[in-house]
């Protein structure tokens, strides 16, 4: 007995549709891309409000410090502890504060800065400045103001400094230089140099 052969589609499905993106999935996207940006934006002011990134511009700081060299600075390190003398400081410039300076603290207020014979005395005591270029050529002797800062840059002989135009007022520091980070290859900590001391 012949049985009609039962004949099956050789045509596949077609294949199903991808669904589309839901509108709910999009607004999750565009939320999160949101969200990241918002934390992006505390990030970059939380830390610009406790650090800032400058540049060292010329020869003043040298041998410590190069020409080109970016460093970060600690705008928070004199609102819980003093500025003690050795510290590298960033100040505005007390002849134009739209400039940026960084020297060394040498003078704390009622301090007596004398210069003279290639030294540096404060209060009557040479100073022990291994990280300095040279001794100084010039001379003179000043008081530090009450709320002002004596500084200097390490490289005496070629630095515009408060030998030039006198003291920095404590409300022009920006804060204290901590960190050399560009570039790489000159990456550290700024010598604060605060455990020498003076010589007896």
């Known amino acids: 007995m012949n049985r009609e052969r039962e004949e099956i589609p050789s045509e596949a499905y077609p294949p199903a549709a991808s669904p589309k993106p839901s509108r709910s999935g999009a607004a999750r996207l565009l939320r999160d891309i949101l969200e990241t940006l918002l934390i992006s934006a505390v990030l970059f002011l939380g830390i610009n409000a406790v650090t800032a990134r400058i540049r060292v511009d010329g020869f003043s700081m040298e041998p410590s410090m190069h ?6 600075v600690n705008k928070l390190a004199y609102k819980f502890a003093p500025v003690q003398r050795f510290d590298v400081i960033v100040f505005m410039f007390p002849r134009n504060p739209d400039q940026e300076y960084i020297k060394r603290v040498i003078g704390l207020p009622g301090d007596e800065v004398v210069i003279a014979n290639k030294q540096v005395r404060v209060n009557g005591e040479v100073l022990h400045e291994p990280y300095i270029l040279q001794p100084p050529a010039y001379s003179g002797s000043w008081v530090v103001p009450e709320d002002s800062l004596f500084v200097l840059g390490d490289n005496r002989n070629n630095s515009s400094d408060s030998h030039n135009w006198g003291a920095v007022p404590m409300d022009y520091v920006i804060g204290k230089a901590v960190l050399i980070y560009w570039p ?9 140099a605060g455990a020498r001391g003076a010589n007896p």
């Not at 020409?67 to 970060?72: K, L, M, T």
């Open 67 to 72: 020409s080109g060299e970016f460093v970060i």
């Open 184 to 192: 790489p290859s000159e990456w550290g900590l700024v010598e604060h």
